[in-house]
């Protein structure tokens, strides 16, 4: 398989969020949960958190983990957003480029080792995550309604997860 496809290949993939085994991952040692946060955790381009991911990182932060946003959106929507949910953040994360994560990774003082990105997008956030050499993790977008330069991407998502069987 060429490298460029190996790096679109999570390691995981759900339909929630809230599917994602983290006990399991927890045992394996990964103790540190990079997080995108557009489609994943809530709508697309909001400024306030949802319910869902307020529960999500409380559940989260009461097992232990070490949590860390990691957003190619601008500065100041994702770090309120982040500061509302009282975990750090990484913006401007370039994502599929790796800077934004290895930013996290120093930020919290987190091995690639312990690591685990997860996003709704392939050619965003698994590909930074696998590319930075971190276990990545693929979600179902939180729901249809995305803007227009996500939406387009969907398609060759489907015909990279057709090809690759996930
Ligand atoms: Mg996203």
Redesign the pocket.
């Known amino acids: 398989m060429p490298n460029i496809f190996k790096a679109m290949v999570p390691y995981a993939v759900y339909k929630k969020f809230s599917d994602i085994p983290f006990d399991e991952l927890l045992k394996d040692g990964k103790t540190c949960m990079l997080l ?1 946060y ?3 955790l809530g709508p697309d381009r909001t400024w306030e958190p949802t319910d869902f991911s307020r529960e999500i990182i409380e559940n989260l932060k009461s097992k232990g983990f070490d949590i860390c946003l990691v957003s190619n959106a601008k500065s100041e929507r994702s770090s309120n957003i982040a500061s509302l949910l009282g975990i750090p953040c990484v913006t401007c994360a370039h994502k599929p480029a790796t800077d934004g994560v290895l930013r996290a990774l120093d930020l919290m003082k987190a091995g690639k080792d312990r690591a685990v990105m997860i ?3 392939i050619f965003t ?1 698994v590909m930074a995550g696998n590319r930075a050499g971190v276990c990545s993790i693929l979600v179902e977008q939180y729901e249809k309604k995305e803007i227009w330069y996500v939406k387009i991407k969907r398609p060759f998502e489907k015909l990279v997860r057709k090809i690759g069987g996930f």
Do not use: V
Request: glycine share 12%; no cysteine; aromatic share 0%.
């Open positions: 995108d557009d489609n994943t996003g709704d997008q956030d």
